[in-house]
């Protein structure tokens, strides 16, 4: 009988999960994924994101699977596209509750927030309602919907805020300017600062006539708005 080997096999090592992350890439697939997500951004921008993978696919030059080897899921693509976005939106809520001003902190978060809404399109449905779980965006939510409350209580114990403004008022101010965001850049930006500004002075204390009862809008309503082709 032949002498058996006293040699193991080896069984193969396992193939690595794919990453969304850009560590340990290659130089080319590195660029691959760099092209994927700045193409993701303009489409988003310009249409919402409930553009199609092989849309973006094709901007970024790239087959549909090699887009999802970087990211498996659309949910990873949307949610690595906003990444920044959502760290500035943290970012401005936690500078406008540190303001010492609580007026100018509450004006301050409205206007950054209404600002960049009005120049991209699908930053309100992926900020604001559509993060998939790939992070915690429901504790993000419910983290950025305490901070709202709490400006509100600042600014009305303040007395420059009107004593029957809602902390869902925010959300009706959202989709409000939402409407703006189907012109060009420039003209979004200019038309949402005047209308900011519009409500902004409505908001604060004067002698207005006590408005309507609130509507019961939480900011995941706000995705449901059209985002265009």
């Known amino acids: 009988m032949p002498a058996q080997s006293s040699r193991k096999r080896t069984a193969p090592a396992a193939e690595p999960m794919p990453s969304t992350s850009s560590a340990g890439l290659r ?6 994924r760099d092209r994927i997500l ?15 993978v092989t849309t973006i696919a094709r901007r970024a030059g790239v087959g549909v699977a090699t887009l999802y080897r970087r990211f498996p899921t659309r949910d ?9 976005q959502l760290a500035l939106c943290v970012a401005v809520l936690d500078e ?6 609580p007026w100018r902190g509450f004006c301050s978060l409205i206007e950054k927030v209404c600002a960049m809404q009005a120049t991209d399109r699908g930053f309100t ?5 559509r ?10 939510r419910a983290c950025a919907e305490e901070g709202i409350a709490q400006l509100v209580r600042r600014a009305q114990e303040s007395g420059q805020l009107r004593a029957d ?27 949402s600062r005047r209308l900011t500004g519009y409500l902004l002075q409505s908001f604060r204390v ?15 309503r706000v995705h449901q708005l059209p985002q265009g082709p």
């Open 165 to 191: 403004f809602h902390p869902t008022d925010v959300t009706l101010l959202l989709l409000a300017n939402s409407g703006v965001a189907g012109e060009s850049p420039e003209v979004s930006a200019v038309a």
């Open 38 to 52: 700045e193409a993701a951004r303009e489409a988003y921008a310009a249409h919402g994101i409930d553009v199609p």
């Open 27 to 32: 130089a080319d697939a590195r660029h691959n």
């Open 206 to 220: 004067g002698r207005a006539a006590p408005l309507p009862p609130p509507a019961p809008l939480e900011l995941r």
């Open 76 to 84: 990873a693509l949307v949610t690595e596209a906003f990444s920044e």
């Open 96 to 101: 406008a509750l540190r303001d010492p001003d």
């Open 125 to 129: 449905a992926a900020f604001l309602s």
């Open 131 to 140: 993060f998939p779980d790939a992070v915690d965006f429901g504790g993000q």
